[in-house]
């Protein structure tokens, strides 16, 4: 079975500071997705960026990029110029390519506050 | 384009009634997911249906819990005879029907058991 591991419960930086948030992985498959999930004090589950594990190249939106190590099974998130929005719990998650097995699983997220 | 949407928004029940859950996927999305959260933790993946169809429920408990996606109308999470520990907010998500593309959440249903 897949597992996601969120080693930072918390974290907390200044507004326009860059912060990496960490998340690794465990799959025996070759070829899957990977996700970065923002939950707002709303409650709403918000897509952030999103990786497919064939592309080498790291995805990238805006101020979000991530660093993906498909050796290490690490998927980290770089928020660059952070803004007050982006007080958030941040959840990565794992979701295999075959077809029919398109569940998420979620890592236990991070909460991340960003400080005026 | 509405979202998903999900209703109620908040849900209370006394212990032992019934809890229904409503879930309205994106336009031209026919692929739906139900997710548990518990207080302080991460989602937890339930069931994943399609139209008429129950494609994986390895999320579900045993008893107690049932889904549907009938051919008109909602998606529908059911939940029997509630306990305290049924207590969370359960997420519905909808996707396009091919693999690997991104799931789009609901607002949440938060279900308080008294």
């Known amino acids: 079975a897949q597992t996601v591991t969120q080693s930072q419960p918390e974290m907390s930086v200044q507004e326009a500071e860059t912060v990496t948030l960490s998340c690794t992985y465990d799959?025996?498959?070759?070829?899957?997705?990977l996700f970065w999930y923002k939950q707002p004090p709303s409650r709403q589950m918000i897509l952030v960026i999103r990786?497919?594990?064939?592309?080498?190249q790291n995805a990238t939106e805006n101020r979000f990029s991530v660093n993906f190590q498909k050796a290490a099974k690490s998927f980290s998130l770089k928020i660059s110029d952070s803004q007050l929005g982006d007080t958030a719990m941040y959840f990565c998650?794992?979701?295999?390519?075959?077809?029919?097995?398109?569940?998420?699983?979620f890592g236990q997220g991070t909460r991340l506050t960003i400080n005026p | 384009n509405a979202g998903v949407m999900q209703n109620p928004r908040h849900l209370v029940r006394r212990r032992g009634q019934e809890a229904r859950l409503r879930c309205s996927p994106m336009?031209?999305?026919?692929?739906v997911y139900w997710y548990r959260q518990l207080p302080e933790e991460g989602l937890k993946f339930m069931v994943y249906?399609?139209?008429?169809?129950?494609?994986?429920e390895s999320g579900m408990p045993k008893e107690r819990f049932s889904a549907e996606f009938p051919k008109e109308g909602p998606s529908i999470l059911r939940i029997q005879q509630v306990v305290r520990g049924d207590s969370a907010a359960y997420f519905c998500?909808?996707?396009?029907?091919?693999?690997?593309?991104?799931?789009?959440f609901g607002p949440g249903t938060r279900l308080t058991v008294t």
């Open positions: 249906l399609q139209k008429e169809n129950i494609i994986d």
């Open positions: 998500a909808s996707s396009p029907a091919r693999a690997g593309y991104e799931q789009y």
């Open positions: 336009k031209g999305h026919s692929h």
């Open positions: 998650a794992f979701m295999k390519s075959t077809q029919g097995a398109q569940k998420l699983v």
């Open positions: 990786q497919e594990a064939y592309k080498q």
């Open positions: 799959t025996s498959e070759s070829n899957y997705y």
